[in-house]
């Protein structure tokens, strides 16, 4: 994802149903947050805060955090930018990577969803060479996210969160500064519309709450699961 609150927002609770089924779980966080200032936070080393509250709230759910660093605004799909995300793969070695959708509203989201379709592919390309981990086996599969407030979205299936709505909230209750954004006029009240959203895709699909996805069905990405 771009940011460090896009997961709790668009996936967590997807996570948090595969993390109680076993799975290993990383969150990739491709932007440091370094701009998302609002009129109740300041923007002195706000890059450290939201470093902070990423790791809170994988350290709720039990996940590995992998932070990639680039400044806000200054995320764009170049090769480097794909190699640097290539070991990440290779070193947690995913069968499935969930990444923003391309027709999401923030520009960091789209270069993260076009980074995320070419990584995926690369990390297991022995001709891409990359500093540690050995080239994955095979592709991980592919999971477009539902985009923010579901705009322009349209679901390929859902995945019922509804057990755990709790751990979702409590994930995104870590990011306090973003919290405290919610009554500014460029931005949103997050727990409302993480709730809002929930429930939404949730009455689609016919439970209490849901998570949205699509999957990229491309040749060599598709599974059976």
Not at 173 to 193: K, M, T
């Amino acid at each position: 994802m771009a940011h460090p609150d896009d997961v709790e927002l668009l996936c967590a609770g997807t996570l948090a149903r595969a993390k109680a089924d076993g799975a290993p779980i990383g969150i990739c966080v491709m932007c440091r947050g370094d701009k998302g200032a609002g009129t109740a936070t300041g923007t002195a080393d706000l890059a450290v805060v939201r470093r902070a509250e990423a790791d809170a709230a994988a350290n709720v759910l039990g996940a590995e955090l992998f932070w990639q660093d680039h400044a806000d605004g200054e995320l764009f799909d170049t090769y480097p930018d794909r190699l640097k995300l290539v070991e990440t793969f290779r070193r947690f070695r995913p069968t499935l990577v969930i990444a923003h959708a391309p027709e999401d509203y923030h520009p960091d989201h789209r270069a993260a969803s076009a980074l995320a379709e070419a990584a995926t592919w690369l990390a297991a390309s022995r001709g891409h060479v990359t500093a540690g981990a050995e080239p994955l086996d095979t592709p991980p599969s592919l999971w477009w996210a539902d985009t923010i407030n579901m705009s322009g979205f349209e679901p390929g299936f859902y995945v019922e969160v509804s057990a755990y709505a709790s751990q979702k909230r409590k994930m995104l209750e870590c990011h306090r500064s973003q919290l405290q954004r919610g009554a500014d006029g460029d931005f949103a009240p997050l727990i409302d519309l993480m709730t809002r959203q929930s429930q939404a895709r949730g009455a689609q699909a016919g439970v209490e709450g849901a998570e949205a996805f699509r999957a990229l069905h491309a040749f060599k990405r598709s599974r059976a699961w």
